[in-house]
């Protein structure tokens, strides 16, 4: 077991100093993509993706820093992107917003909310078709419930009892409209319960609690064939769009953080990692060599070069 949380922590600690590093030197100006940061939910990816298991094909949104981090486990390619670099696994075209490698299992992201739910779908069909018992996730904000093409695509995955999996990473708010004034119906979850599949919710940044939560969901569908559909709370740390804190925005305040930090999905990992027995030297190594790859994957990112004015049409669809 507490091999299994060292993963967790390893997958969290990425995530978290890879995005610290991107505020450190988004100010630089060389990274010339908006940030969508994912500080503060990044126990929601790991813990679903660790129980659905390598396989799975997962699709998100343009806030899926740590969606490719937890999923890839790499840095290089991921620096490149962000850089804009030809070493990026969309050869810089993409950026913070279009991060995928589909043969890792990051199959799209994309920077239209909502847009990556029927794809997702799309490929649950596929995978239904091939009997591959392959299961796809689908991640999307709150805001994503407020489109059309989520209660259709929900409809039709219930309809065709498809493999999929729907996370709803809810953390109040579309960029600065609380999910209280964006509603015309009853909680997220009672409505969706209404279709044929299961559901779940949860407010939790105890990853390991996320990790069971999905794995009893799979379980469900397993035994029944119906899709499943989460709804996990979390509270973004950051601005909207940006790598700074934005509570002098007018429409949070500060001390609605303050419970959140207190329950900070990486220093929770780690506060058990120390209470059931591992030596704070074993976590300060695995910090280190993750802090020494990070440094390697900004360098080599810095370094690395743009594609040639001939190749910027290239793979692009118009
Ligand atoms: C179809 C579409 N409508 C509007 C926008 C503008 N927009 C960008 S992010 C966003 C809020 C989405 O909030 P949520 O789905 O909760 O995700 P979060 O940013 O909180 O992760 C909106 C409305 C967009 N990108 N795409």
């Known amino acids: 077991m507490l091999k299994l949380h ?184 009672k409505v969706v319960s209404q279709f044929y599949c299961h559901t779940d919710e949860a407010s939790t940044t105890d990853v390991y609690e996320i990790y069971e939560i999905t794995r009893n969901m799979l379980a469900k569908m397993k035994k029944s064939g119906m899709p499943g559909f989460l709804h996990l709370k979390y509270y973004r740390y950051l601005e909207h769009v940006g790598v700074n804190e934005d509570f002098d925005a007018g429409y949070r305040a500060r001390k609605e953080l303050l419970p959140w930090l207190e329950k900070d999905p990486v220093k929770v990992q780690r506060d058990r990692l120390i209470r059931e027995g591992m030596k704070e030297s074993v976590v300060l190594a695995v910090e280190k060599k993750i802090d020494q790859q990070l440094e390697k994957s900004i360098r080599e990112a810095q370094k690395a070069p743009f594609l040639k004015k001939e190749e910027l049409m290239q793979d692009v669809y118009a």
Not at 7 to 15: A, P, V
Not at 64 to 88: C, N, P, V
Not at 128 to 136: C, E, L, Q
Request: charged share 25%; hydrophobic share 40%.
């Open 6 to 189: 060292l993963e967790f922590y390893k997958k969290l600690y990425l995530i978290r100093k890879a995005e610290e590093k991107i505020r450190e030197h988004y100010s630089e100006d060389e990274m010339k993509t908006p940030m969508h940061m994912s500080m503060g939910e990044e126990a929601i990816v790991v813990g679903v993706l660790e129980a659905v298991g390598k396989q799975a094909q997962a699709f998100g949104t343009y806030r899926s820093h740590a969606l490719y981090l937890a999923k890839t486990g790499e840095s290089d390619m991921f620096f490149a992107e962000m850089y804009g670099k030809a070493t990026g696994p969309a050869k810089g075209k993409g950026g913070s917003m279009h991060l995928a490698l589909p043969d890792a299992g990051v199959v799209m992201t994309s920077a239209v909310v909502s847009t990556t739910i029927p794809v997702a779908v799309g490929a649950a069909l596929a995978n239904a078709y091939k009997k591959n018992g392959n299961i796809v996730v689908s991640f999307f904000g709150d805001g994503a419930i407020n489109e059309g093409v989520f209660w259709e695509s929900l409809n039709f995955a219930c309809l065709k009892k498809l493999p999929i999996l729907f996370v709803c990473e809810d953390n109040d708010f579309a960029i600065h409209s609380r999910l209280k004034d964006r509603l015309g119906h009853k909680p997220i979850t």
